[in-house]
């Protein structure tokens, strides 16, 4: 039995085509349609549904304690009020999963992936063993969504006092919005500016009429699974199943920057052994020379011989390109390398590129 957000009858009363993803029923797109979606994103703004997201709190007199063994980032850089982007690791320095971090009034919001739910709370609640902590879970109260693009600060200030123009980048605020008490990120999966909303799930459906009402005039957009994968794509974000699983490391991921070598953490000697031998394969951004769909699964080659294989690929709508992520050997990870992607059991050129293929635009 496929799950509902509190806005499923919402979405599909707006003309959503609704599909299964990560156990859910959510909108791929609206009549608008995914690359128009995709556009709102990039020039005005775009509302996303991302409540199967999961939403954990961890308080308690030993919260940051625990944190601080649990994830890869240094915790002591972070003040109240500050966010941050982190991963879980196995002990072999695989990925458990990828997570956002809120520090917040006397506790840690922590977000995961929706279809690493159930195992990343059973990890979780496993090393919380012998500290003072508490695991809460959140998802059924919070409802989340995603208001992102240029004119979103502008959209969501016609709804609250506070002066959103305060809001650093990676930073959240809890205030009133829309009539409801709201934690509000400035963070986002798109490369545009934007927040991250978490809203009381009894007046979710509220809200969100009151936003797309709010943002009519500045071309605010609903938008659906599609554009939020063809935006994180172009941003070169990672996602889990496809840019990280059990089987990658962070390293390998090119997610070095996350990690504090000055503190301890689960993985933490199997990812230095990595760092100092470095890793055997690296994720390389790939630009097609022909034209082709470099897809998912797709083999790339060098010289006839199979090398390694794309976790995503599409055509770019805002760079109208052709362009993958691929893990391929260290060997071949510099930038200009030729190689083949194999479609449909042809080998078509490409060449490796610098990613992101589109420079994120947060506010500075």
């Given at each position: 039995?496929?799950?509902?957000?509190?806005?499923?009858?919402?979405?599909?009363?707006?003309?959503?085509?609704?599909?299964?993803?990560?156990?859910?029923?959510?909108?791929?797109?609206y009549p608008a349609g995914p690359t128009a979606e995709h556009h709102a994103v990039r020039t005005a703004a775009g509302l996303f549904d991302i409540d199967?997201?999961?939403?954990?709190?961890?308080?308690?007199?030993?919260?940051?304690?625990?944190?601080?063994?649990?994830?890869?980032?240094?915790?002591d850089q972070m003040a109240e009020g500050e966010a941050h982007y982190s991963v879980l690791c196995y002990d072999d320095g695989t990925v458990v999963d990828d997570i956002f971090l809120y520090k917040l009034h006397r506790r840690w919001l922590m977000i995961v992936n929706a279809s690493n739910r159930a195992k990343d709370w059973a990890w979780i609640e496993h090393h919380l063993h012998?500290?003072?902590?508490?695991?809460?879970?959140?998802?059924?109260?919070?409802?989340?969504?995603?208001?992102?693009?240029?004119?979103?600060?502008?959209?969501l200030q016609k709804l609250t006092s506070y002066p959103l123009v305060t809001v650093a980048p990676r930073t959240a605020v809890e205030t009133q919005i829309g009539g409801l008490m709201v934690i509000a990120g400035r963070t986002g999966y798109t490369g545009e500016?934007?927040?991250e909303l978490y809203v009381p799930v009894e007046g979710v459906v509220t809200f969100w009429r009151l936003l797309l009402d709010a943002g009519k005039e500045d071309g605010l957009l609903a938008c659906g699974l599609a554009a939020r994968d063809s935006l994180r794509f172009e941003a070169s974000m990672p996602l889990y199943g496809h840019e990280l699983s059990p089987q990658i490391n962070p390293l390998e991921a090119r997610l070095g920057w996350t990690m504090s070598w000055n503190k301890p953490f689960i993985g933490r000697d199997a990812l230095l052994k990595v760092k100092l031998e470095k890793p055997a394969r690296l994720l390389v951004g790939l630009e097609m020379v022909e034209k082709a769909v470099p897809r998912e699964h797709y083999d790339v080659a060098s010289d006839g011989q199979v090398i390694g294989h794309v976790t995503s690929g599409m055509?770019?709508?805002?760079?109208?390109?052709?362009?993958?992520?691929?893990?391929?050997?260290?060997?071949?990870?510099?930038?200009?390398?030729?190689?083949?992607?194999?479609v449909r059991g042809q080998p078509k050129a490409a060449v490796v590129v610098k990613r992101p293929f589109y420079k994120p635009k947060y506010k500075v």
């Open positions: 039995m496929l799950q509902r957000t509190p806005l499923y009858e919402t979405h599909v009363a707006m003309g959503g085509r609704m599909v299964e993803f990560a156990g859910y029923e959510l909108p791929v797109q199967h997201m999961g939403q954990f709190e961890i308080g308690g007199p030993d919260a940051e304690i625990c944190l601080q063994q649990l994830q890869v980032w240094d915790l012998g500290y003072d902590a508490a695991l809460i879970e959140r998802s059924d109260e919070l409802a989340m969504l995603a208001l992102q693009g240029p004119k979103a600060e502008q959209i500016d934007g927040f055509k770019s709508p805002t760079l109208d390109k052709f362009l993958a992520m691929a893990y391929v050997p260290s060997a071949y990870s510099a930038l200009g390398t030729r190689l083949d992607v194999i």
